[in-house]
């Protein structure tokens, strides 16, 4: 079990998408575990969904903001599914993701067009400055509490522009996720429905969600939109 003993951190998703571990008792729990498969299932999905949305931004080059990013398996499998230009800021309180990262970047040829921040999401407000066309927030809402995501979708209204789209994902406690997580891990992770979610996110201006569910049904992908103006126009924002 050595290799997951940050069940949350960055390093277990590397497990559970490379899908080939060394040792004996993770091949099985990975090959065969719900979870890991789920987790597979949500890395295709949303890095597809995140792909198609890139292309509808109508600037030369996308920017899409990713928070709790880790190493950016998703954000880079999306930049590759497109032609259309894009960039990425991946934001994550683990620095030594990056050196990862940024050989997995390496590898698919995005090594210009990605930027690593270490920090806390919980302090996104005073991170961005930019224009951001997309935000992806896949694996890390369910490390939050409520009014930690209230906050940060408020923060990102400063610098989505009406009609940009944030990316999420909620957990479901289908095939005893819940159980398996607290047993096998001692990780207690909040488990919300889509629903609730964006109950949370909604108040900042986002709305027009649409829900979509990995095939065994633990992880909902949902893309929402920003629809309200932002509460003030940073530089690269033009009204
Ligand atoms: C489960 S991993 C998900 C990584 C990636 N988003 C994915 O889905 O493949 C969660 C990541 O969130 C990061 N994380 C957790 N809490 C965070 C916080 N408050 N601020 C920034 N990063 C955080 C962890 O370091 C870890 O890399």
């Not at 390093?11 to 575990?33: A, E, T």
């Not at 930049?79 to 683990?94: E, F, G, I, P, R």
């Not at 996104?124 to 694996?139: A, F, P, T």
């Amino acid at each position: 079990m050595s290799n997951w003993r940050d069940p949350g951190g960055w390093r277990s998703m590397v497990i559970s998408y490379d899908g080939n571990p060394q040792k004996m008792w993770d091949r099985i729990l990975v090959g065969g575990g719900t979870i890991p498969m789920a987790l597979r299932n949500r890395k295709r999905l949303a890095s597809c969904l995140i792909a198609r949305l890139i292309e509808q931004v109508d600037y030369d080059s996308a920017h899409v903001l990713c928070l709790g990013a880790g190493p950016g398996h998703i954000i880079t499998d999306a930049m590759v599914q497109t032609a259309k230009n894009s960039h990425a800021t991946l934001v994550d309180l683990s620095s030594d993701a990056f050196d990862y990262g940024r050989e997995l970047a390496r590898k698919k040829g995005l090594i210009d067009r990605v930027r690593f921040v270490q920090g806390d999401v919980r302090d996104v407000k005073g991170m961005l400055e930019d224009r951001v066309d997309l935000v992806k927030m896949i694996g890390i809402c369910e490390y939050l509490e409520d009014d930690q995501v209230a906050s940060i979708a408020h923060a990102l209204r400063d610098v989505m522009p009406p009609g940009t789209s944030i990316v999420f994902n909620s957990i479901s406690k289908r095939h005893g996720t819940d159980r398996f997580f607290r047993r096998v891990f001692g990780l207690h992770m909040i488990h919300r429905s889509p629903r609730q979610l964006q109950e949370l996110i909604s108040p900042a201006g986002f709305s027009d969600f649409t829900v979509f569910s990995e095939p065994l049904g633990v992880y909902k992908v949902v893309v929402g939109k920003m629809t309200a103006a932002a509460n003030h126009h940073p530089k690269g924002i033009c009204k």
